[in-house]
Nanobody, 127 residues
């Protein structure tokens, strides 16, 4: 069974930066694309960013382009989300997820394409 553990969330002020980490175990990490999603209270989970199995390509939701950067370190079985210029609307629980199918990044924005999920880490941005 795959296990994903997020860390790095916290309370920050608008304009600050935060880096989230997601440590994976259970199967060959380097064969799977990874994603970050977020969910605010009362709202549906939304796609934030994804990275291909090789790390050669990335995708972002429009609202975070230019501010967030997803990366991975396959030697550490870890994916990161660097968040800069944080805004109050970024406040949410952030979830790390792993694709169910190896070497695939199609429909990267769809939660249903991801089989394993972390427990989430809270990010709160005050104005």
């Amino acid at each position: 069974q795959v296990q994903l553990v997020e860390s790095g969330g916290g309370l920050v002020q608008a304009g600050d930066s935060l880096r989230l980490s997601c440590a994976a175990s259970g199967r060959t990490f380097s064969s799977y694309a990874m994603g970050w999603f977020r969910q605010a209270p009362g709202k549906e989970r939304e796609f934030v960013a994804s990275i291909s199995w090789s790390g050669s390509s990335t995708n972002y939701v429009d609202s975070v382009k230019g501010r967030f950067t997803i990366s991975r370190d396959n030697a550490k079985n870890t994916v990161y989300l660097q968040m800069n210029s944080l805004k109050p609307e970024d406040t949410a629980v952030y979830y790390c997820a792993q694709r169910g199918r190896p070497y695939s990044s199609i429909n990267y924005y769809r939660p249903s394409e991801y089989t394993f999920w972390g427990q989430g880490t809270q990010v709160t941005v005050s104005s």
